[in-house]
């Protein structure tokens, strides 16, 4: 039955849904999610998309036999195609089928949820001493350098301790490397994309995920709003967050 809302004459329906109702619900939502976000052909079955959506979902690619599997429980749970039901999936199931919905269809924001808001950024011209300085005072290990209002890449303490010991093993003095040497002269010998990359203000923690997964070298993702390089910095995630993200979907 139902009852009318107090404040409406919407009908509000209080009767409880079966399992196999929660199930197909979630499962016509992900087919629908994954063919819509990805612009898969509608009539393409659900495990091959899911298999196709395995390249640019982490969360896809995790759950990925849990999905197939799901497609083949959702055709022995109904008869035809006209969702007539002949069985009732286990309670675990419907939980796991509804949380990975949830992952897909409304993932957290990882602006909201996991990047670091209050961006502390050094400038290009800044000497080493004085970097390594900020760093250690700041406890952060990875500072975005701005030439101007350009990001031009990250400052990272141990690719400045690397560059330290070899500057001295060369024979170089530490005074000349901590006085002499820019910040942006070490990144022009080090730096390139692959050690950072910008995303805008909408990346969910899913996709920042997924783009460590795919770049090892990834020191930083820097959030800001357009995903643009000589943007304000809205927040900032490094490869310290991985686990932390991991949780984060674990428990949403």
Known sequence: MGKKDKNSEQIIDTVPKSNAARFLSAFNNIDYALKTRYNFNRSMGFSEAVRKAVAFNYTVRKYEDD????????????????????AEPHDDVVEKI??????????????????????????????????????????????????????????????????????????????????????????SKIEHSDYYAFANKDITVEQALDMFHKNSKMLAILVTQNGGAREKPLGIMTAADVMKMNKILENY
């Open 67 to 86: 999905l197939i599997g799901y497609g083949r429980l959702r055709n022995a749970i109904v008869h035809d195609n006209n969702d007539f039901i002949i």
């Open 98 to 187: 509804e949380k990975i919905e949830k992952l897909l269809t409304t993932p957290p924001r990882a602006l909201e949820v996991v990047a670091r808001r209050d961006v502390l950024a050094v400038q290009s011209s800044m000497s080493m001493r004085e970097v390594i300085c900020t760093i250690a005072s700041s406890g952060y290990s990875n500072l975005p350098v701005f030439k101007g209002n350009e990001i031009i890449g990250v400052a990272n303490g141990q690719k400045i301790i690397d560059a330290f010991g070899k500057h001295l093993l060369s024979g170089g003095k530490a005074e000349s490397f901590l006085d002499s040497v820019k910040i942006e002269d070490m990144l």
